[in-house]
């Protein structure tokens, strides 16, 4: 009676074991089986990262790429533009410069270049610039008068703020012949001309 007790007791507890090691084998075989897919997911994820982070790198060397090219283009212009404007600079400097005779010609020219009734004032610039002289209106006014014209320009008690050339007053009216007025006037035109000349070779 014992003896088959200790039997069945022996094959309950047999059985029991082989079920808590089946159990444990499968806990085994799905713990590896997680690792296993938690390693590739890591993996993934690492490689998920690198992809992200070269990317990154990529758009951040572009975009510092396109912004040093940005600087580069702009501080270009800006040094073309000051040669430009060094350029204009230079033709007032050379008209400032000019010989009393061939400066005197060229304003005798731009102004008889105008209808002038003959009796208009001029203006003249202001101490520090090229100051027109009474003298050099008396022979304008005998050029007039030697065209018809009544030959009585008068020098404007007034001085304008300007280096080069002449203001004509007449009627209320005015009009500016100062050489840098001029210059600003015609810039906007001349301005691509200048610049295809002074970069042509590039």
Not at 13 to 21: F, H
Not at 120 to 141: H, K
Not at 154 to 165: C, I, M, R
Request: proline content about 2%; cysteine-free; charged content about 35%.
């Amino acid at each position: 009676m014992n003896n088959g007790i200790e039997k069945i007791t022996g094959r309950i507890l047999e059985d029991a074991r082989q079920e808590a090691q089946g159990i444990i084998d499968d806990a085994q075989i799905k713990a590896d089986e997680i690792k296993k897919n938690k390693a590739k997911e890591g993996h993934a994820l690492k490689d998920r990262l690198l992809v992200k982070a070269r990317e990154a790198a990529d758009e951040r060397k572009r975009r510092m790429i396109s912004a040093a090219t940005l600087e580069l283009k702009q501080k270009e212009l800006a040094v073309k533009q000051q040669m430009i404007d060094k350029s204009f600079a230079a033709v007032l400097d050379k008209i400032s410069n000019m010989p009393q005779a061939e400066y005197e010609k060229l304003i005798s020219e731009l102004l008889l270049s105008y209808p002038l009734e003959g009796d208009e004032d001029i203006v003249s610039p202001a101490n520090g610039g090229r100051v027109l002289n009474q003298q050099f209106i008396n022979r304008l006014n005998e050029q007039l008068r030697a065209a018809g014209k009544k030959g009585e320009l008068k020098l404007s008690s007034d001085s304008g703020e300007f280096k080069t050339g002449f203001i004509i007053k007449f009627k209320g009216m005015e009009i500016n012949n100062s050489f840098e007025s001029i210059l600003r006037m015609v810039r906007e035109e001349i301005e691509p001309e200048v610049a295809a000349l002074l970069f042509s070779e590039e």
